[in-house]
């Protein structure tokens, strides 16, 4: 069936480096590639999305790319901050949506 | 603000009682999900329903039935609980259609004895 594979499962990086998440999906038909961040006791909250039609979106310090050729996209998360730390799951959705597995992001001060 | 509630956040049963989750969202919108959320696996659906009285089975409906009599409350029901089915669930709604944001409540953490 459809998957998303997400690396890595745990990430620490310094505070104020750049973080990288890396997702790659099966179903070559996937046109919309949501991301997730959850943060401890909450439920999961969008913080950005990319469509089949653009390789690149940026909002802030956030940025997703995306190659349809090799089925993969991946979240950049910029200056990182302790806020930053969190769970990031990325999605693909063609008729139902697939979540990656997860990625625990630590900021270390 | 969207908001999704849970009706509990933590909830403890005995193995084979039958458990009831609450989800309510006040924002009209269309589909309402449940997923359980386990170490590893992450979020995986359960149930879904696209409108009142209609229901979809996800990819791990076994053990598990839903009810959808209102447009802003969606139920998770455990006919029978089993300590495999401890877990987080999560709720979730969105407007209609595929592509649009999904909006998440706190969870539930459910631990069966």
């Known amino acids: 069936g459809e998957n998303v594979e997400q690396h890595p499962s745990t990430l620490s990086v310094q505070e104020g480096d750049s973080a990288v998440i890396k997702c790659t999906y099966s179903d070559s038909a996937s046109n919309y590639f949501p991301w997730y961040k959850q943060e401890l006791g909450k439920g999961p909250q969008l913080i950005i999305d990319i469509r089949s039609n653009v390789g690149e979106k940026k909002d802030q310090r956030i940025a997703v790319t995306l190659n349809k050729t090799a089925k993969h996209f991946s979240l950049h998360i910029t200056e990182t901050q302790p806020e930053d730390s969190a769970v990031y799951f990325c999605a693909a959705i063609h008729d139902k949506i697939i979540f990656g597995k997860g990625t625990r992001l630590h900021i270390l001060p | 603000d969207v908001k999704v509630t849970q009706s509990s956040r933590y909830l403890v049963k005995r193995t084979g009682e039958k458990v009831f989750l609450e989800c309510v969202q006040d924002m009209d919108h269309e589909n309402m999900f449940w997923y359980r959320q386990d170490p590893g696996l992450g979020l995986r659906l359960i149930y879904f329903s696209y409108d009142v009285k209609m229901k979809e089975k996800g990819d791990i409906p076994e053990g598990y039935s839903v009810s959808r009599e209102k447009k802003e409350r969606f139920s998770l029901i455990l006919e029978s609980a089993s300590t495999n089915q401890t877990s987080m669930y999560l709720c979730?709604?969105?407007?209609?259609?595929?592509?649009?944001?999904?909006?998440f409540g706190p969870g539930t953490r459910l631990t069966v004895l």
């Open positions: 979730a709604s969105s407007t209609s259609g595929s592509y649009n944001e999904q909006f």
